[in-house]
């Protein structure tokens, strides 16, 4: 796990030595990446320049260095991530003559280069990765992310000038950067909580979507359209062409994949450990570790001082149940109020999911003891753990087959309910009629589900001057075509593993866990386990009201399920209590009038009512508000 940047000019920017020392101050900003190692290389006259920032993992030998050559000499590769599958394919490389002085997966890829070639490679490669690679022979830039995006890879782009990172301020670190801000990735972020591929906060900027290929030939010329080397609504669709019959057969068969990703993700050469939080995922992660190790593996887990959220208790019983050796910290608002500092420059664009706090104080937990940790992610978006499916599923069809009339004079009627009004209706029971309100305006069942993930429904009003959102979906085709046989649960599910896994979930994980240089690995995540969960009957994975009915299965035959079945919370924070409570001075700092206008970006109006709501107790308005103090805090520390 590494921090990776470089550039690619035809511009010149300097004079002997200067496109080295360019990737030196890009890589200096990400040095908590890779705080073991660094280098640089560069090629002056072909305008390309690599950079390099080491976590040591696999084989903690000179023999990982990176920038690495392959054995013929063509490519030149910098890499950030892990190559699980590397000792097959080392066998099979080592078949063909290919000979190897250390032990690490980076020079197992490079290998595999210059035998098949980079894309016949990539889809070769099991793991999370991003990897720069310089073509000698075509003098070719190839960038590429894995599968699922769980390690990112930033682009910016000017005539003459490409450059690329692991976050955003390796770029603006770079020769030049342009800090203009995107006002259509503003509208989404203010909806969603975080800005959708392959937008950035910045307009000249972009995330390479997961799953591609981009090859750069010429800077000089417009940027090319990166290419897909696996599509996730392919694997949906042939998924659902071929479901697995056999409920018994289709919970061995997930038992097997997921202990063989679990053993994969195992391999490290510094001590290892796993993020608990007690629910089905980290839990059945845990336990499959367990079984694979001689002692007894370290668990984290973050509690809360308020009960509703606070879920240490029971990690703690499935941590005595399969034997692990536990550690746990309970956190309070004044301890998120320490680390809010730090949330602009970790999170280097805006993003708001306010479980990057309890994300970051586990990730800090964990790194005390170790350097690598296994972690729960995926299970809900794979198997269906979310809430709000079985929600969608039961409500958004009745609402769709009401007569657009009767939909819009309800939502009319509400709309002139007061909060006041509502609130003598209970506090969540009135947002609940607020949300019921907001699906009855929506033009489609795919659109009412956006607004179940909506912070503000109508982002465009809080930007000055009005600019219309544009959803992350919106510019590609339709999640399933008319004729293929998916439910709304299909769609929900493509929809969060397309948009909400990668550029939520993910890069909550990743900047979280390498700010304090921990790696983590998600095993539910292997490709060949997202690929697996398509071919499964919509009753493996919901049935009833039960989410991950399969993923259940298969640790109900090693942890007992008066230990695990409970009402799903979420890894969460109360993030309204503590905007009324210990943030509420430094959150008023940041939603003042002057500092809300300034910049001409964001009306003030509609974010003083928010704010009103919440300290009156009237709404529920603090995930939204997040989304706001966090755009603010980042404005200062990035646009100062």
Same mark, same amino acid.
């Given at each position: 796990?590494?921090?990776?940047?470089?550039?690619?000019?035809?511009?010149?920017?300097?004079?002997?030595?200067?496109?080295?020392?360019?990737?030196?101050?890009?890589?200096?900003?990400?040095?908590?990446?890779?705080?073991?190692?660094?280098?640089?290389?560069?090629?002056?006259?072909?305008?390309?320049?690599?950079?390099?920032?080491?976590?040591?993992?696999?084989?903690?030998?000179?023999?990982?260095?990176? !920038? @690495?050559? %392959?054995?013929?000499?063509?490519?030149?590769?910098?890499?950030?991530?892990?190559?699980?599958?590397?000792?097959?394919?080392?066998?099979?490389?080592?078949?063909?003559?290919?000979?190897?002085?250390?032990?690490?997966?980076?020079?197992?890829?490079?290998?595999? $280069?210059?035998?098949?070639?980079?894309?016949?490679?990539?889809?070769?490669?099991?793991?999370?990765?991003?990897?720069?690679?310089?073509?000698?022979?075509?003098?070719?830039?190839?960038?590429?992310?894995?599968?699922?995006?769980?390690?990112?890879?930033?682009?910016?782009?000017?005539?003459?000038?490409? /450059? $690329?990172?692991?976050?955003?301020?390796?770029?603006?670190?770079?020769?030049?950067?342009?800090?203009?801000?995107?006002?259509?990735?503003?509208?989404?972020?203010?909806?969603?909580?975080?800005?959708?591929?392959?937008?950035?906060?910045?307009?000249?900027?972009?995330?390479? !979507?997961?799953?591609?290929?981009?090859?750069?030939?010429?800077?000089?010329?417009?940027?090319?359209?990166?290419? #897909?080397?696996?599509?996730?609504?392919?694997?949906?669709?042939?998924?659902?062409?071929?479901?697995?019959?056999?409920?018994?057969?289709?919970?061995?068969?997930?038992?097997?994949?997921?202990?063989?990703?679990?053993?994969?993700?195992?391999?490290?050469?510094?001590?290892?450990?796993?993020?608990?939080?007690?629910?089905?995922? +980290?839990?059945?992660?845990?336990?499959?570790?367990?079984?694979?190790? +001689?002692?007894?593996?370290?668990?984290?887990?973050?509690?809360?001082? =308020?009960?509703?959220?606070?879920?240490?208790?029971?990690?703690?019983?499935?941590?005595?149940?399969?034997?692990?050796?536990?550690?746990?910290?309970?956190?309070?608002? /004044?301890?998120?109020?320490?680390?809010?500092?730090?949330?602009?420059?970790?999170?280097?664009?805006?993003?708001?999911?306010?479980?990057?706090?309890?994300?970051?104080?586990?990730?800090?937990?964990?790194?005390?003891?170790?350097?690598?940790?296994?972690?729960?992610?995926?299970?809900?978006?794979?198997?269906?753990?979310?809430?709000?499916?079985? $929600?969608?599923?039961?409500?958004?069809?009745?609402?769709?087959? @009401?007569?657009?009339?009767?939909?819009?004079?309800?939502?009319?009627?509400?709309?002139?309910?007061?909060?006041?009004?509502?609130?003598?209706?209970?506090?969540?029971?009135?947002?609940?009629?607020?949300?019921?309100?907001?699906?009855?305006?929506?033009?489609?069942?795919?659109?009412?589900?956006?607004?179940?993930? %909506?912070?503000?429904?109508?982002?465009?009003?809080?930007?000055?001057?009005?600019?219309?959102?544009?959803?992350? =979906?919106?510019?590609?085709?339709?999640?399933? =075509?008319?004729?293929?046989?998916?439910?709304?649960?299909?769609?929900?599910?493509?929809?969060?593993?397309?948009?909400?896994?990668?550029?939520?979930?993910?890069?909550?994980?990743?900047?979280?866990?390498?700010?304090?240089?921990?790696?983590?690995?998600?095993?539910?995540?292997?490709?060949?386990?997202?690929?697996?969960?398509?071919?499964?009957?919509?009753?493996?994975?919901?049935?009833?009201?039960?989410?991950?009915?399969?993923?259940?299965?298969?640790?109900?035959?090693?942890?007992?399920?008066?230990?695990?079945?409970?009402?799903?919370?979420?890894?969460?924070?109360?993030?309204?209590?503590?905007?009324?409570? #210990?943030?509420?001075?430094?959150?008023?700092?940041?939603?003042?009038?002057?500092?809300?206008?300034?910049?001409?970006?964001?009306?003030?109006?509609?974010?003083?009512?928010?704010?009103? =709501?919440?300290?009156?107790?009237?709404?529920?308005?603090?995930?939204?508000?997040?989304?706001?103090?966090?755009?603010?805090?980042?404005?200062?520390?990035?646009?100062?």
């Amino acid at each position: 796990m590494c921090g990776i940047a470089g550039l690619l000019t035809s511009a010149g920017y300097g004079g002997p030595g200067a496109l080295a020392e360019h990737a030196r101050r890009m890589i200096a900003p990400i040095a908590h990446r890779g705080p073991d190692d660094s280098d640089v290389w560069a090629d002056e006259e072909a305008g390309v320049a690599l950079g390099f920032r080491r976590l040591a993992i696999l084989d903690l030998s000179p023999h990982g260095r990176q !920038p @690495m050559w %392959s054995p013929s000499g063509r490519f030149v590769a910098v890499f950030n991530g892990e190559v699980y599958n590397f000792a097959e394919l080392r066998r099979e490389l080592e078949a063909y003559g290919f000979r190897f002085r250390g032990g690490s997966d980076t020079e197992v890829i490079l290998a595999a $280069f210059d035998r098949w070639g980079i894309e016949s490679s990539v889809r070769r490669f099991v793991g999370m990765f991003a990897v720069a690679v310089w073509d000698t022979d075509r003098r070719e830039l190839s960038l590429f992310r894995d599968r699922l995006g769980k390690k990112p890879l930033y682009v910016y782009v000017e005539p003459g000038l490409v /450059t $690329f990172g692991s976050e955003l301020k390796a770029l603006v670190a770079g020769p030049s950067f342009d800090r203009t801000i995107d006002r259509a990735a503003l509208s989404s972020y203010l909806r969603y909580l975080y800005v959708p591929a392959p937008r950035t906060i910045f307009k000249h900027a972009i995330k390479l !979507p997961a799953a591609h290929i981009l090859t750069i030939a010429d800077p000089a010329r417009a940027l090319p359209v990166p290419e #897909p080397y696996w599509s996730l609504r392919e694997v949906a669709r042939r998924g659902l062409a071929n479901q697995i019959v056999s409920e018994a057969d289709a919970v061995d068969e997930l038992q097997e994949l997921l202990s063989s990703a679990v053993r994969a993700r195992m391999c490290a050469d510094v001590p290892l450990g796993a993020l608990l939080s007690g629910g089905i995922d +980290s839990s059945t992660v845990v336990a499959l570790m367990q079984e694979s190790s +001689s002692r007894p593996i370290k668990t984290y887990t973050i509690g809360f001082d =308020d009960a509703a959220f606070d879920e240490a208790q029971h990690a703690a019983r499935v941590a005595r149940h399969i034997g692990t050796d536990h550690t746990e910290l309970t956190i309070a608002g /004044t301890d998120a109020q320490r680390l809010i500092p730090r949330l602009p420059e970790i999170f280097d664009e805006p993003f708001a999911d306010p479980s990057q706090l309890p994300t970051l104080f586990v990730s800090q937990l964990a790194r005390r003891h170790v350097t690598v940790a296994l972690c729960g992610d995926g299970g809900d978006e794979l198997f269906a753990g979310y809430n709000r499916y079985v $929600f969608g599923t039961r409500v958004l069809p009745r609402v769709d087959r @009401m007569p657009r009339g009767v939909r819009t004079w309800l939502a009319a009627r509400v709309g002139r309910l007061s909060s006041e009004q509502l609130n003598r209706l209970g506090p969540r029971l009135g947002e609940r009629i607020h949300k019921m309100s907001d699906l009855m305006t929506a033009d489609s069942v795919d659109e009412m589900y956006r607004s179940l993930l %909506s912070a503000w429904k109508q982002p465009e009003r809080l930007l000055m001057g009005g600019h219309q959102h544009q959803a992350p =979906d919106e510019d590609s085709a339709p999640i399933f =075509d008319p004729g293929d046989p998916a439910s709304l649960l299909d769609r929900m599910m493509l929809a969060d593993q397309t948009t909400y896994l990668p550029d939520d979930l993910l890069a909550k994980i990743d900047r979280a866990s390498m700010a304090v240089s921990l790696e983590v690995r998600a095993p539910i995540l292997d490709h060949r386990i997202v690929e697996f969960s398509w071919r499964l009957p919509q009753s493996l994975k919901l049935r009833g009201a039960t989410g991950k009915w399969i993923l259940r299965q298969v640790l109900y035959r090693r942890v007992p399920r008066s230990i695990v079945d409970r009402p799903k919370k979420g890894f969460s924070v109360p993030i309204d209590r503590w905007l009324r409570g #210990p943030l509420r001075q430094w959150a008023a700092d940041l939603l003042s009038e002057d500092d809300l206008r300034a910049g001409g970006l964001l009306n003030p109006a509609p974010i003083a009512r928010a704010w009103r =709501d919440l300290l009156d107790g009237r709404r529920q308005t603090g995930a939204a508000l997040w989304a706001i103090v966090m755009f603010q805090a980042w404005k200062r520390e990035w646009q100062a």
